[in-house]
């Protein structure tokens, strides 16, 4: 018999969004008809000219993709205001950037600490190189990291501390002094997830130059509408870039998606419209529920708000079933460590799915 390692045996599977095709088998359901609210992705689609040159381009799918990714790191860095030698890009989005994060730095038996709750998959990669994962706290009622917490967590077998602003799933900021506090505490490597830094227009960039132990991850998979083509990049120290790029697959990012990545830094207009609309489609969200009986609505920067549905007499999985019965998916956070089973998250729509999200939430609730 195949032995498993410990560590994969000890781990719980991570629970990600269901598809709309899942859900159409499942309820009988036109896909067509299907609004998906549960998975963070940008309600505009992707960029037309990313469409236009991966259409173009279909007859190179037969090449290996370029390993160092030169011109696409040229233009990353004009985007994020740095040098191209800080950064790393890899494919399946953000999640490679963590699991290559835990191939540099983590030997079993070495902590990484966690506000809870945040992204789970922080946890489920490290875990599986025998990581051991310390808990912080993320205030609920103030919608803010408990910073005491994560000092308070802090040993001399900490080697990842994760910090994600905007928090996922609750939309709060951290605040830029107190990552500073975090960075002066330790010498263990800070990642500063602003995968959704955009719908904020807060980002910390600056802090970059006088930490060498600061690591900003992101990702093509929210504003730059290209969930499906799995793009994530970090940003850090040169000299432990170099590191990562030793043990990061060479061929991870696919050719048609550098070249939709490429596409889609091209198209600012794009861009901008895209960080607007979901604010957009956020304010009109947060104003609808804020209204509604029996929930709580959490204020957000990102392009998601988190709800409290105690009050309504159901838990998440009654809700969300509600919910998926008439066609709209949103996220279930029972799965979120930090959270119970009374809480759901919604993603940013079109303002026409919104709003008929609404309506059906009205009559869910009563």
């Given at each position: 018999?195949?032995?498993?390692?410990?560590?994969?045996?000890?781990?719980?599977?991570?629970?990600?969004?269901?598809?709309?095709?899942?859900?159409?088998?499942?309820?009988?359901?036109?896909?067509?008809?299907?609004?998906?609210?549960?998975?963070?992705?940008?309600?505009?689609?992707?960029?037309?000219?990313?469409?236009?040159?991966?259409?173009?381009?279909?007859?190179?799918?037969?090449?290996?993709?370029?390993?160092?990714?030169?011109?696409?790191?040229?233009?990353?860095?004009?985007?994020?205001?740095?040098?191209?030698?800080?950064?790393?890009?890899?494919?399946?989005?953000?999640?490679?950037?963590?699991?290559?994060?835990?191939?540099?730095?983590?030997?079993?038996?070495?902590?990484?600490?966690?506000?809870?709750?945040?992204?789970?998959?922080?946890?489920?990669?490290?875990?599986?190189y025998g990581g051991v994962p310390i808990s912080a706290k993320w205030d609920l009622e103030k919608n803010q990291l408990d910073l005491q917490s994560v000092l308070d967590a802090i040993s001399t077998r900490t080697r990842i501390i994760f910090l994600c602003t905007p928090n996922n799933p609750t939309g709060g900021l951290?605040?830029?002094?107190?990552?500073?506090?975090?960075?002066?505490?330790?010498?263990?490597?800070?990642?500063?997830?602003?995968?959704?830094?955009?719908?904020?227009?807060?980002?910390?960039?600056?802090?970059?130059?006088?930490?060498?132990?600061?690591?900003?991850?992101?990702?093509?998979?929210?504003?730059?509408?290209?969930?499906?083509?799995?793009?994530?990049?970090?940003?850090?120290?040169?000299?432990?870039?170099?590191?990562?790029?030793?043990?990061?697959?060479?061929?991870?990012?696919?050719?048609?998606?550098q070249i939709a990545a490429s596409a889609t830094l091209l198209d600012t207009e794009y861009i901008k419209k895209s960080i607007e609309y979901s604010i957009e489609s956020r304010k009109l969200l947060y104003q609808s529920m804020t209204k509604l009986a029996n929930i709580r609505v959490f204020e957000s920067k990102a392009?998601?708000?988190?709800?409290?549905?105690?009050?309504?007499?159901?838990?998440?999985?009654?809700?969300?079933?509600?919910?998926?019965?008439?066609?709209?998916?949103?996220?279930?956070?029972?799965?979120?460590?930090?959270?119970?089973?009374?809480?759901?998250?919604?993603?940013?729509?079109?303002?026409?799915?919104?709003?008929?999200?609404?309506?059906?939430?009205?009559?869910?609730?009563?």
């Amino acid at each position: 018999m195949v032995v498993i390692k410990k560590t994969v045996k000890k781990m719980d599977p991570y629970v990600p969004g269901r598809s709309i095709q899942e859900i159409a088998t499942a309820y009988g359901l036109t896909p067509e008809n299907i609004i998906k609210l549960g998975s963070n992705e940008n309600p505009l689609g992707p960029s037309p000219l990313a469409i236009q040159s991966v259409h173009e381009n279909l007859h190179l799918m037969h090449q290996y993709p370029e390993s160092n990714l030169n011109d696409l790191k040229l233009q990353i860095a004009s985007y994020a205001g740095v040098r191209p030698s800080m950064l790393i890009v890899g494919g399946d989005g953000a999640d490679e950037i963590l699991d290559v994060l835990g191939k540099t730095l983590i030997e079993p038996g070495d902590e990484f600490i966690i506000h809870r709750p945040s992204y789970m998959y922080y946890e489920f990669t490290l875990k599986a190189y025998g990581g051991v994962p310390i808990s912080a706290k993320w205030d609920l009622e103030k919608n803010q990291l408990d910073l005491q917490s994560v000092l308070d967590a802090i040993s001399t077998r900490t080697r990842i501390i994760f910090l994600c602003t905007p928090n996922n799933p609750t939309g709060g900021l951290i605040d830029k002094n107190d990552i500073k506090t975090v960075l002066k505490s330790t010498d263990a490597l800070v990642v500063v997830d602003e995968a959704y830094f955009e719908f904020s227009g807060v980002n910390n960039m600056g802090l970059l130059e006088d930490h060498e132990n600061l690591f900003i991850l992101r990702t093509f998979s929210k504003v730059m509408g290209l969930a499906g083509m799995r793009i994530g990049y970090g940003i850090g120290n040169e000299n432990f870039i170099k590191y990562m790029h030793r043990v990061k697959p060479v061929f991870s990012l696919t050719k048609l998606s550098q070249i939709a990545a490429s596409a889609t830094l091209l198209d600012t207009e794009y861009i901008k419209k895209s960080i607007e609309y979901s604010i957009e489609s956020r304010k009109l969200l947060y104003q609808s529920m804020t209204k509604l009986a029996n929930i709580r609505v959490f204020e957000s920067k990102a392009n998601y708000l988190l709800v409290n549905i105690r009050e309504t007499g159901m838990d998440s999985k009654t809700m969300t079933m509600k919910l998926l019965k008439k066609g709209i998916i949103v996220r279930d956070c029972s799965s979120f460590y930090g959270l119970d089973d009374h809480w759901i998250r919604v993603s940013v729509g079109t303002i026409e799915e919104d709003k008929k999200f609404i309506d059906v939430l009205e009559n869910i609730i009563g």
